[in-house]
């Protein structure tokens, strides 16, 4: 008997309301994670092996030039005296590389003068050729150009040794899909979903360093209690990362300090001797990397004990003061002055076109150290002599530059006051 409409229609709706255990969502994630793990191990993969490859070559090229380099020596005294047989034994005795296809020996008109051949140089390895390197080396004997050295290799053992590592390489992609597939079917989207997203939230906590951030519980069960612990604890990362801020900026501001009594003079707020002892160097080191010209000018202050006898320290810290202002303003960008104790300072001048230009320094400071210094309504009778010594001219390092404008000093102190001289006056 025929099944009627109604009964048809009843049928489906029963079918319609029974759950169906149907793997398409599953499968559907299962290929969508699939794919973006096959895609991230192929470019991961792809990348390592073009670095691989990269400095594989690299290393081998420079070995290669390392190897020709040394050959180019041991042939130059061969090719001075044109004794080709014993060209022909460096170059066979040469032949260990087991890449080397090709070695020959110019003369310095273009004639060759031997050369060695592998028998593999025509032969082929494999479908593809591998690629090749070439090195020319120029050889020289007594200062003298007598021919270049050419070295060819083929990269047969490296090419093959990727090509092994790329089979295993997709070798261990389609056993780590398969391993992936079976175990993608085994998450569940509803309970996957809070994990994923608590993940994502670890993430932007760790990139952003924002540690007010929370998770949000769907549900308190195993994966809700997990957000809820996981907040208390970015709470406490919270506040004992504000302390440590805090902490650290207290700290930083001390050190900050303590650095700047260290290194600098409290009077005149200049750097001391301590923080010229090590500048001095440094710039020493700058001009003899870039081959340039520097300055170092010993300045000590005319008069300024009769200051301090007869109108008090009081005056005398006055005057140290105005005149570090005075000197100060008169410098360029990049000098450094600095006071070394009681009337005595020291300007470093690097980046010197000429001396002539430190001379006109020592001139201005002299004239801006003389100009009328008024301490209390008493005119203060200050000047300033400076000695004057150059790096590399007058010294080949710091010590000696410093012992040069100690000279200059002398001779300037010699010479009477208010005046400059250069070290070689005190040589003269």
Avoid at 182 to 210: C, F, K, N, T, W
Avoid at 271 to 298: C, D, K, T, Y
Avoid at 349 to 363: R, S, Y
Avoid at 380 to 407: E, H, R, S
């Amino acid at each position: 008997m025929g099944e009627s409409d109604s009964d048809r229609h009843a049928s489906r709706l029963a079918r319609a309301a029974r759950p169906r255990a149907s793997p398409s969502l599953v499968r559907r994630l299962t290929t969508l994670n699939l794919a973006v793990l096959v895609l991230t191990l192929l470019l991961t993969v792809l990348l390592i092996a073009s670095l691989t490859w990269k400095a594989a070559v690299q290393r081998q090229t420079d070995a290669a030039e390392l190897a020709a380099g040394l050959l180019a020596n041991n042939l130059a005294s061969m090719v001075a005296f044109n004794d080709l047989e014993a060209m022909r034994a460096e170059l066979a005795g040469f032949s260990f590389r087991p890449d080397l296809v090709e070695l020959r020996l110019l003369a310095a008109d273009g004639r060759v003068l031997v050369e060695w051949q592998s028998p593999k140089l025509q032969a082929q390895t494999g479908l593809l050729s591998a690629p090749e390197i070439e090195i020319r080396e120029t050889i020289e004997f007594k200062g003298e150009v007598l021919g270049q050295l050419q070295l060819r290799e083929r990269l047969d053992i490296l090419t093959r040794s990727m090509l092994w590592l790329s089979l295993t390489a997709g070798i261990v992609i389609l056993l780590a899909s398969l391993v992936a597939a079976a175990a993608s079917r085994l998450v569940q989207r509803r309970a996957l979903a809070p994990i994923v997203e608590l993940g994502r939230l670890a993430e932007q906590v760790a990139a952003q360093q924002d540690y007010g951030l929370r998770a949000q519980v769907h549900r308190l069960d195993e994966v809700g209690r997990l957000a809820q612990r996981f907040n208390e604890m970015l709470a406490r990362i919270e506040v004992a990362q504000e302390q440590i801020n805090q902490r650290l900026r207290l700290e930083q501001q001390a050190g900050q300090q303590f650095q700047q009594l260290a290194h600098h003079d409290s009077l005149t707020q200049l750097p001391n001797r301590l923080f010229f002892q090590g500048a001095i160097r440094e710039m020493v080191s700058r001009a003899q990397a870039s081959q340039g010209l520097m300055g170092l000018m010993f300045i000590d202050l005319d008069n300024f004990k009769h200051v301090n006898d007869n109108h008090g320290h009081d005056a005398g810290d006055e005057v140290l003061r105005v005149v570090a202002r005075r000197m100060s303003a008169v410098l360029r960008r990049g000098d450094l002055l600095c006071r070394l104790g009681g009337d005595e300072f020291a300007l470093l001048l690097p980046e010197l076109q000429h001396v002539a230009v430190a001379e006109q320094m020592a001139q201005r400071l002299i004239s801006s150290v003389r100009e009328p210094l008024v301490v209390g309504g008493v005119l203060m009778p200050v000047g300033a002599t400076v000695g004057l010594a150059f790096f590399p001219t007058d010294a080949q390092d710091a010590d000696g530059l410093l012992q040069a404008a100690d000279a200059a000093m002398y001779a300037a102190k010699r010479a009477g006051k208010n005046c400059y001289r250069r070290v070689a006056h005190a040589q003269g």
